[in-house]
């Protein structure tokens, strides 16, 4: 089975600038969860979707969105980019049933450089 | 809401020697407990996962870890480091009802010759 793929790999943008994030899960996986990984703040929680709908929410701006697709592909969006968003972006994948313990699958992730 | 705190940002240990990674977890009710790990420029692999069934968990690359309710505790070890053991690994926890990860800060293994 494939795994988690995340694209691109890398990126440099500007402030003020916007970003789409891409990331195919493991086929038959229905969650997607994203993580913001820094030195500083180490490894957030951005948000969960789950048959198109956002599930579960971190504590980050609004300029943060994302969305699912029919096909559990999920892209995440960051408007109105700042320095402080220069980060490894990860995207992990899991059943997304709930009652059933759960493991989430990690891509390996999109740099964002923000200049 | 859950957190995890993991103990030493940084372990040095000669290859051959114990390798032990300290994590504690808050919470009143035993959560799902993770132990993951990032090579440089990779995503996070998943090594091992505390779900209830087993105090002791045994996970891949020979390493295996100890839940410990009284102590709140979910240590990692593994016998004898190897070179490839080298990386950075994470002490993750959530909850039985959501699907949110969260992790601690990290400690990054280093592995002498």
């Known amino acids: 089975k494939a795994g988690v793929t995340q694209t691109p790999r890398y990126l440099i943008k500007t402030r003020g600038q916007q970003v789409t994030l891409s990331c195919s899960p493991i086929?038959?996986?229905?969650?997607v969860s994203w993580y913001q990984q820094t030195p500083g703040q180490g490894l957030q929680f951005l948000f969960e979707?789950?048959?198109?709908?956002?599930?579960n929410k971190g504590n980050f701006p609004g300029r943060f969105s994302g969305r699912q697709f029919s096909n559990s592909r999920s892209e995440m969006n960051v408007s109105t980019l700042e320095l402080g968003d220069s980060a490894l972006y990860l995207c992990?994948?899991?059943?997304?049933?709930?009652?059933?313990?759960?493991?989430?699958?990690f891509g390996p992730g999109t740099r964002l450089l923000v200049l | 809401a859950q957190s995890v705190t993991q103990l030493g940002s940084h372990v040095s240990v000669s290859e051959g020697a114990l390798v032990l990674l300290r994590c504690n977890y808050s919470?009143?009710?035993?959560?799902?407990l993770f132990w993951y790990v990032q090579y440089p420029n990779q995503g996070l692999q998943l090594l091992l996962k505390?779900?209830?069934?087993?105090?002791l968990v045994k996970g891949i690359n020979g390493f295996e870890a100890e839940f410990k309710k009284s102590e709140t505790s979910f240590h990692l070890t593994k016998p004898s480091a190897h070179m490839s053991d080298a990386a950075e690994y994470f002490c993750?926890?959530?909850?039985?009802?959501?699907?949110?990860?969260?992790f601690g800060a990290g400690t990054t293994v280093t592995v002498r010759a």
């Open positions: 992990a994948s899991s059943s997304g049933l709930a009652g059933i313990e759960e493991t989430q699958y």
């Open positions: 086929s038959g996986h229905r969650s």
């Open positions: 979707y789950f048959s198109e709908t956002q599930r």
């Open positions: 919470s009143s009710v035993p959560p799902y």
């Open positions: 505390y779900t209830s069934a087993a105090t």
């Open positions: 993750a926890v959530s909850d039985r009802s959501d699907y949110k990860l969260s």
